[in-house]
């Protein structure tokens, strides 16, 4: 080997900004709000979570998590994204496009087994419920969000050893406004066929797994429906909120993993529901449709009135 071929790409360029100056106006006031909503919203569901000890049941500290890592998954693109706005040329140096792509892949394996573990959650509450307390203990709760972490983990460094080595020889320009498995392996210079196979059937695989747990809830629905004549639709508007969520998760990631090397990208604009749309959803729609929670952000929220009033 002498060296011309070897690795030579130190950095990439993400050209999946137009060069409108419009386009760039519309897409820093799109992120920008919606970044501060995802922030706004999730830590105060988390705060509401921690606070308020009538929302100590499992359902609410895992919600708790996986707005944590909402936040988190948007935070590996976007703020990164924003200030590319800024500079008109996006670079990105390998390295920081490694950490990104390593980071996307452990929050969401870990946000995607959170959402299994939610769906397990409803289930035994719904259709176990004498028995739902002893079966979700909170050391059952805990032990998901252990498990999520380590999954997260494993998901990523199991497709990192290979992509970690892989030498990029010459074209950097990557058609998205952020570094992922996919896009970056389009640019080495060897043939990727099996590499794009482990890729496919690890990313393939957790999103098949979220896909089950949608079908767990169309399974407690059935059995709500079997079991009482009268009460399957205030069981369906507690579970939408849980179904719209898993949707919004997984379409997209089917898109982007299943079938993630079509000949146009479309994934360019699913970006936007993955790092924008399915972060705030969950503030949006817990917060909307669950009593429960409404009530307590109303009680924080006098509270932070209150106390900053009497200073
Ligand atoms: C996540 O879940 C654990 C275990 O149930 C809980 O103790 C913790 O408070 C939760 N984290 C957040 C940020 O709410």
């Not at 920008?32 to 606070?51: D, E, R, S």
């Not at 999954?151 to 950097?172: D, E, K, R, T, Y």
């Not at 690890?202 to 169309?218: D, K, L, P, R, W």
Request: charged share 10%; hydrophobic share 55%.
């Amino acid at each position: 080997m002498d060296g011309v071929n070897d690795s030579v790409v130190s950095d990439f360029v993400l050209i999946g900004l137009s060069n409108s100056w419009k386009m760039h106006l519309f897409i820093f006031w799109f992120f920008f709000v919606f970044y501060m909503g995802i922030i706004l919203g999730n830590l105060f569901i988390v705060v509401t979570v921690i606070i308020d000890s009538h929302l100590h049941f499992s359902m609410y500290f895992l919600l708790a998590n996986i707005s944590t890592l909402d936040v988190g998954l948007s935070s590996t693109t976007v703020p990164k994204m924003i200030s590319d706005l800024f500079t008109n040329c996006s670079i990105i140096s390998f390295p920081t496009c490694m950490t990104q792509i390593f980071f996307i892949h452990v929050v969401g394996g870990a946000e995607m087994v959170l959402l299994i573990a939610m769906a397990f959650d409803r289930y035994t509450a719904i259709c176990k419920c004498f028995h739902y307390l002893t079966i979700m203990s909170s050391k059952m709760c805990a032990s998901f969000v252990v498990v999520a972490w380590i999954v997260g983990i494993i998901h990523a460094v199991s497709q990192f050893v290979f992509v970690i080595n892989l030498p990029f020889c010459g074209p950097n320009k990557i058609d998205s406004f952020y570094c992922d498995f996919p896009q970056v392996m389009k640019l080495t210079c060897v043939d990727t066929y099996k590499l794009k196979f482990v890729i496919i059937a690890n990313s393939g695989f957790i999103s098949m797994a979220t896909f089950f747990s949608f079908v767990s809830y169309i399974f407690i629905l059935v059995t709500v429906w079997k079991r009482s004549s009268g009460d399957l639709s205030k069981v369906f508007v507690t579970l939408s909120a849980h179904i719209t969520v898993v949707i919004l998760f997984f379409m997209p990631c089917m898109f982007l993993y299943v079938w993630p090397f079509p000949a146009t990208s479309p994934d360019k604009y699913l970006f936007i529901v993955v790092f924008a749309i399915t972060p705030v959803s969950n503030p949006a729609i817990y917060t909307l449709r669950n009593k429960d929670m409404r009530i307590a952000m109303r009680k924080l929220g006098k509270r932070v009135v209150g106390s900053s009033g009497i200073l």
